[in-house]
């Protein structure tokens, strides 16, 4: 078992639907969990770290930490077409490991 | 200004071929790092340094050497390619500091392809 799964998609979803995009993972170790987005041939992107159980919400994005079930989402709400872009998972152990597992990442693509 | 940025954006050469890729970040962070991302687009570390000196270092073939002449470069040494290396190969920064907020900066990347 990989150490963070998830779904590849692809993901195809109509203007101003909302997205759910999930990510589980085995070792409870990890402390802090982030979710980069990454444009076609560009560098994944920050858009959101959470480090705590529960929700972070930033704008139209919502970031979710379950710890005891070893899972975390992200919500897009009202999505654009600008939202269309892979979507990575990842983890940290934190303190001084500064080293990030990330998923496979989800293809997202939003249809005008 | 780019934060982070690599050199060359795209590199095709033969196998058995030796080839530097180079990263300078001008966001004075301690922290770099160099990714390997494959063509189903899993991102995968390979090497960290923290202010100059080796931090982590993942299971990669020996061929791959990086060097940080200082903090605010990072190069990537390949020897001998091969066809499996074929990858678009991230360089990333980060202040480097422990806690919440040490958020990993990337460059757009380096697209080498092995012949």
């Known amino acids: 078992q990989k150490e963070v799964e998830q779904d590849p998609g692809p993901l195809s979803v109509p203007e101003g639907a909302i997205v759910s995009l999930n990510c589980t993972y085995s070792?409870?170790?990890?402390?802090?969990f982030m979710w980069y987005r990454q444009y076609s041939r560009k560098g994944p992107e920050l858009l959101m770290y959470?480090?705590?159980?529960g929700n972070k919400e930033d704008g139209r994005f919502t970031a979710q930490v379950d710890k005891s079930s070893k899972y975390i989402s992200l919500f897009i709400r009202d999505s654009q077409p600008s939202d269309s872009a892979t979507y990575l998972c990842?983890?940290?152990?934190?303190?001084?490991?500064?080293?990030?597992?990330f998923g496979k990442g989800t293809l997202l693509t939003v249809n005008p | 200004d780019t934060a982070v940025s690599q050199t060359p954006k795209y590199l095709v050469t033969q196998m058995g071929n030796d080839k530097s890729i180079k990263c300078e970040q001008n966001?004075?962070?301690?922290?770099m790092y160099w990714y390997k991302q494959d063509s189903k687009k899993f991102l995968k570390i390979m090497f960290s340094?923290?202010?100059?000196?080796?931090?982590i270092n993942e299971t990669v073939p020996n061929r791959f050497s990086p060097k940080s002449p200082d903090k605010a470069h990072l190069n990537l040494h390949i020897n001998s390619l091969e066809l499996g290396d074929s990858a678009v190969y991230f360089c990333?920064?980060?202040?480097?500091?422990?806690?919440?907020?040490?958020?990993?900066?990337f460059g757009p990347g380096t697209r080498l392809t092995v012949l």
């Open positions: 990333a920064s980060s202040r480097g500091s422990s806690g919440l907020t040490d958020t990993q900066y």
């Open positions: 340094y923290n202010n100059k000196e080796l931090i």
């Open positions: 070792n409870s170790a990890f402390q802090y």
């Open positions: 959470t480090y705590s159980s």
């Open positions: 966001l004075g962070h301690d922290t």
């Open positions: 990842a983890m940290s152990y934190g303190g001084s490991n500064y080293k990030l597992t």
